[in-house]
């Protein structure tokens, strides 16, 4: 390998092409840059290959300009996706916003890091027949990349980079309106007190029993750095860039296709080039040509890690995929997996929102920029005030009946107007100073029904995508568990009756049938899984073995949201961490 490649570049550069790895990552999100940097640490030629930029930001890490990244334009991904079938007159073209930047989603989430219900691993382990999926596995893995957590004996193998802080928002004890919000969250105030946490072995249940609670939430704000920042994968990455010549990252390299001789996987295709991918709105509005092929190869595997919807286009464009649909937009099919694409799984989300009688006092003049004229970036430079904040405020979990085992209902608290994803989510985000969200999240939603397919053999189109929720067999269910969680979020939300009133979906809303026409036109999602699952030999639909090992070929695997047969981890950033981490055990355990 020509080391001079050994940084973070756009290969323009590179003299034709065939460069040799180990180990070849497609996508640095964060499954994939968790692998890759484990992958390199071991020694290993490791090349993390990245279509979106290095990209660092005041919208990325200041924690209160999180709503800023969803239109920021040099990360966004904003794919379209239809919520029920074309036949049905609701829920279509619904922007879903991804980020394509080191560090991928982690960049523009709501910095919520929660590990996975214990009872959601016992699943793992049924549905794999793998025992390694246990959860004592992954609390090992999640240990080992805290910042808090002691340092490793070989420093080379040094993981950790996440830190890990509860935002209680401690402007809002001079607010009029604390006092509401208090009376709101007053378990959540308790944990604290007690240093209990959402995360703790307590919290997460057994495998008979998940306690109902509430807690602050814990988040990837990093507080001892002054200001506080984001902290994510991305720094990880480019620590480990510094101290390891084994790793190579290349941005700006959409990866278009698995190079494969029979079954075997020897490389990628990519084409050089920033924002060529159609997701990306520069792209749509640039319209590029598409530049020249280029071919990259891996001694030994490929992981590729692009997410639950770019991985399974990856695969389809290289053949690997249900044979006939392949055909039918002229790809030659290599493998016949009819798994691929299938099984789209989210979590389903609903927002009530209520308007107090005044703005927040904590942001007070906040524009929600990082201009010199806006009060609060002074303020946030100077170590306070709203910008230092991120995140929903607290969560609560609880269950529909009370014979249930486990929470299967939660909520989380916004100060604001959240109400889903929407082509006007930021303009809103940033002008309701004076509201309060619920959103009621159903993580372990029946829905199965969804597919991501392809719209044309053209790498840089992004595939059609239906969730169908309410659809199936599990449709049922999946609204009685949201009607619930509406109704007492609404309960919840009186405590406010003094100082506000509802405004989403406001008081005349009351009747079954127009609560039913609320739920279904006004759930949303944004955490896909499903369309690469994981499964048993016996499982025709299963695409992966347990060790992420794509059936039917050699040396190609996949880590990424893609592979969970069911939405496991309720928050999934953090589990995606530590997937990254399983992944890399299971290469390094076979070779």
């Known amino acids: 390998m020509n080391k001079s490649y050994n940084k973070i570049h756009v290969p323009y550069d590179v003299k034709g092409d065939n460069e040799v790895f180990d180990y070849i990552v497609v996508g ?87 590990y996975p219900r214990a009872h959601g691993f016992d699943r793992l382990v049924d549905i794999t027949g793998d025992s390694s999926w246990s959860e004592s596995t992954f609390r090992g893995y999640f240990e080992s990349i805290q910042l808090e957590s002691p340092p490793p004996a070989d420093p080379k193998m040094d993981r950790r980079f996440l830190t890990l802080s509860t935002d209680k928002f401690s402007g809002m004890k001079d607010d009029p309106k604390g006092k509401y919000i208090v009376n709101a969250i007053t378990e959540s105030i308790e944990h604290e007190k007690n240093k209990q946490n959402v ?32 902290r994510g994968p991305r720094r990880a990455v480019v620590d480990e860039m510094a101290r390891n010549p084994k790793l190579t990252v290349w941005t700006e390299s959409l990866v278009t296709k698995i190079i494969l001789e029979g079954n075997i996987a020897k490389g990628v295709e990519y084409m050089p080039g920033a924002h060529l991918y159609r997701a990306s709105p520069i792209a749509r509005r640039e319209k590029k040509a598409a530049p020249a092929i280029k071919k990259v190869y891996a001694r030994k595997e490929i992981v590729v ?99 249930l085992k486990y929470n299967d209902i939660w909520y989380y608290a916004f100060l604001g107007a959240f109400v889903g994803f929407t082509d006007d989510m930021v303009r809103l985000g940033t002008t309701s100073l004076r509201h309060m969200s619920f959103v009621v999240l159903n993580p372990y939603s029946g829905l199965n029904q969804g597919t991501v397919t392809l719209t044309s053999n053209d790498p840089r189109d992004m595939p059609y995508i239906n969730f169908r929720q309410y659809q199936g067999e599990n449709a049922d269910e999946d609204f009685r568990r949201m009607k619930y969680g509406f109704e007492q979020a609404r309960k919840n939300l009186k405590v406010f009756s003094e100082i506000g009133k509802e405004i989403i979906p406001g008081p005349n809303v009351t009747s079954d049938e127009d609560v039913k026409k609320f739920i279904m036109d006004n759930t949303f999602s944004h955490h896909a899984c499903g369309t690469m699952k994981i499964g048993k030999d016996s499982d025709p639909m299963a695409v992966l073995d347990s060790n992420f090992r794509v059936r039917g070929v050699k040396n190609l695997r996949v880590v990424d949201q893609s592979v969970m047969p069911e939405a496991i981890g309720d928050f999934p950033t953090l589990f995606t961490y530590l997937l990254g981490l399983k992944a890399a055990e299971a290469i390094l355990s076979s070779n």
């Not at 609670?213 to 990837?220: C, K, L």
Request: hydrophobic fraction near 35%; aromatic fraction near 8%.
């Open 28 to 114: 640095s999100g964060p499954a994939g840059s968790m692998a890759a940097l484990e992958l390199a640490r071991h020694g290993f030629e490791t090349l993390l290959i990245e279509a979106g930029g290095n990209v660092s930001n005041n919208n990325i890490t200041t924690p209160g300009l999180m709503i800023r990244t969803w239109d920021d334009e040099s990360i966004a991904w904003n794919f379209r996706v239809d919520y029920m079938d074309q036949s049905r007159n609701a829920r279509k073209d619904i922007i879903y916003p991804r980020a394509s930047a080191i560090g991928g989603c982690a960049n523009h989430n709501g910095m919520v890091n929660i």
């Open 199 to 230: 995360n703790d072995k307590q919290a997460i249940g057994t495998t008979e029993f998940e306690p109902e609670s509430q807690y602050f939430v814990p988040n990837n704000i990093d507080r001892k750095v002054s200001p506080p920042v984001r």
């Open 305 to 403: 890690s692009g997410g639950t919807f770019n991985t399974p286009q990856i695969m389809m464009l290289s053949g690997i995929g249900d044979s006939n649909e392949l055909k039918a937009l002229g790809i030659e099919p290599k493998v016949h997996l009819p798994g691929v694409g299938k099984n789209l799984r989210d979590h389903i989300e609903l927002s009530v929102v209520w308007e107090l009688d005044s703005d927040y006092v904590a942001v007070d003049g906040c524009r929600f920029t990082d201009a010199s004229d806006d009060a609060c970036w002074q303020q946030y430079l100077n170590n306070s005030g709203a910008y230092t904040h991120g995140g929903p405020l607290h969560l609560q979990m609880l269950k529909t009946k009370p014979e």
